[in-house]
């Protein structure tokens, strides 16, 4: 088992910036994937961004060039920097750990960007 703990979210004016973090702790192994997907109201869930275990990263296109994800493969943690946000970047954001076919979850942290 793999516990992902959130923290960072928050209300923001639109332009303005949010730093996310999520803590890892449990069955960690390496060569995992972490990063972030976000629901809106009424609206799947989507990938936010990704990051490899070696510092490979992929963004959605609503997001690259404003939001940028790191890792620290020592304390176990993905770090997502959202900078230029906009109202529609409203969302639960969800941590994401995922390693040999199986998937994990964090809570989710609430980040609502008023315009």
């Known amino acids: 088992q793999v516990q992902l703990v959130e923290s960072g979210g928050g209300l923001v004016q639109a332009g303005g910036s949010l730093r996310l973090s999520c803590a890892a702790s449990?069955?960690?192994?390496?060569?995992?994937?972490m990063g972030w997907y976000r629901q809106a109201p009424g609206k799947q869930r989507e990938l936010v961004a990704v990051i490899s275990s070696v510092s490979t990263a992929t963004y959605a296109d609503s997001v690259q060039g404003r939001f940028t994800i790191s890792r620290d493969n020592t304390k176990i943690t993905v770090n997502l920097q959202m900078n230029s946000l906009k109202p529609e970047d409203t969302a639960v954001y969800y941590c994401?750990?995922?390693?040999?076919?199986?998937?994990?979850w964090g809570q989710g942290t609430q980040v609502t960007v008023s315009s």
């Open positions: 994401y750990y995922y390693y040999s076919q199986r998937t994990y």
């Open positions: 449990g069955s960690i192994f390496r060569g995992n994937t």
